[in-house]
Nanobody, 115 residues
Framework: QVQLVESGGGLVQPGGSLRLSCAASGFTFSSYTMSWYRQAPGKERELVAT????????SYAASVKGRFTISRDNAKNTVYLQMNRLKPEDTAVYYCKRIGPGVYWGQGTQVTVSS
């Protein structure tokens, strides 16, 4: 079965960095576009970044462009989100998602940006 396991979240000061990982299993990872989403308290889940199956194409929400970088390692079945120059408004639970048939989410990883 499809499984997505996020990790790498934590508490970081404003201006700091974190790298999130999402380990995938149960499907042919290299065939699927993958995305990162986030959900802040009291807000709807929003798309943060997307990467094509080969990694050749990426896209970002305007709020994170220039600060976040999505990447993937198809040999390790893992997608990453490098987050730099973090702001308090980046505080949220971050999820990865497989784009394609079916709806599959991981359990999420909490990112808190606070001094």
């Amino acid at each position: 079965q499809v499984q997505l396991v996020e990790s790498g979240g934590g508490l970081v000061q404003p201006g700091g960095s974190l790298r999130l990982s999402c380990a995938a299993s149960g499907f042919t990872f290299s065939s699927y576009t993958m995305s990162w989403y986030r959900q802040a308290p009291g807000k709807e889940r929003e798309l943060v970044a997307t990467i094509s199956s080969t990694g050749g194409t990426t896209s970002y929400a305007a709020s994170v462009k220039g600060r976040f970088t999505i990447s993937r390692d198809n040999a390790k079945n893992t997608v990453y989100l490098q987050m730099n120059r973090l702001k308090p408004e980046d505080t949220a639970v971050y999820y990865c998602k497989r784009i394609g048939p079916g709806v599959y989410w991981g359990q999420g990883t909490q990112v808190t940006v606070s001094s």
